[in-house]
């Protein structure tokens, strides 16, 4: 007989931030409405080499409800990367708070968070942004290869009461 032994973070891997990571009182990951990560979304890929910007935004015609992530060029690597480090495409504040703005129901970006540390205070303005907001933040996800366009999104974090964050597995239908 095998029996594995699993210890870790809420935050390894391909994971969800629930609103409670940030927001203190905020809902928890076994409290995430299912269709917050069943059913359409959309990969845009994002060409500039620093941050997911308005401007590269707005043509895209973002609707409330929707649920997007993002390519960028972080996505060959994520998996390589065991802790948070270096330069990566994050997304900047003002983008956070204009997809706030938009209502949208999940944000997904392809490295291990949405926000740089430098400085220190994007990270908590760029989660709060979206948590604040209930929008679900899904991090870490490889997505080398996969082409911009529309999906159907089937992501399911372990459903473990009352915390912050959940791995998942996510799968992207044409």
Same mark, same amino acid.
Request: proline share 6%.
């Given at each position: 007989?095998?029996?594995?032994?699993?210890?870790?973070? #809420?935050?390894?891997?391909? $994971?969800?931030?629930?609103?409670?990571?940030?927001?203190?009182?905020? +809902?928890?990951?076994?409290?995430?409405?299912?269709? +917050?990560?069943? @059913?359409?979304?959309?990969?845009?890929?994002?060409?500039?080499?620093?941050?997911?910007?308005?401007?590269?935004?707005?043509?895209?015609?973002?609707? %409330?409800?929707?649920?997007? /992530?993002?390519?960028?060029?972080? #996505?060959?690597?994520?998996?390589?990367?065991?802790?948070?480090?270096?330069?990566?495409? +994050?997304?900047?504040?003002?983008?956070?708070?204009?997809? %706030?703005?938009?209502?949208?129901?999940?944000? @997904?970006?392809?490295?291990?968070?949405?926000?740089?540390?430098?400085?220190?205070?994007?990270?908590?303005?760029? $989660?709060?942004?979206?948590?604040?907001?209930?929008?679900?933040? /899904?991090? %870490?996800?490889?997505?080398?290869?996969?082409?911009?366009?529309?999906?159907?999104?089937?992501? /399911?974090?372990?459903?473990?009461?009352?915390?912050?964050?959940?791995?998942?597995?996510?799968? /992207?239908?044409?």
């Amino acid at each position: 007989m095998t029996m594995s032994r699993i210890e870790m973070s #809420s935050h390894d891997g391909t $994971h969800i931030d629930s609103p409670l990571h940030f927001i203190p009182g905020g +809902t928890t990951i076994d409290a995430m409405p299912i269709e +917050t990560t069943v @059913g359409p979304c959309r990969v845009i890929e994002i060409k500039d080499e620093k941050s997911v910007t308005v401007k590269e935004l707005e043509p895209y015609k973002i609707k %409330a409800g929707e649920r997007i /992530l993002f390519k960028t060029k972080n #996505s060959p690597g994520v998996y390589a990367v065991r802790q948070y480090a270096g330069k990566f495409v +994050t997304i900047s504040v003002e983008a956070a708070r204009y997809l %706030a703005e938009k209502k949208i129901r999940l944000v @997904g970006i392809d490295y291990i968070s949405v926000a740089s540390a430098e400085p220190m205070e994007n990270v908590n303005d760029v $989660h709060k942004a979206f948590l604040s907001n209930g929008i679900f933040i /899904l991090e %870490a996800l490889n997505l080398a290869g996969v082409k911009p366009g529309n999906y159907e999104l089937i992501c /399911l974090p372990l459903r473990i009461e009352k915390v912050d964050a959940g791995p998942c597995r996510v799968i /992207l239908r044409k």
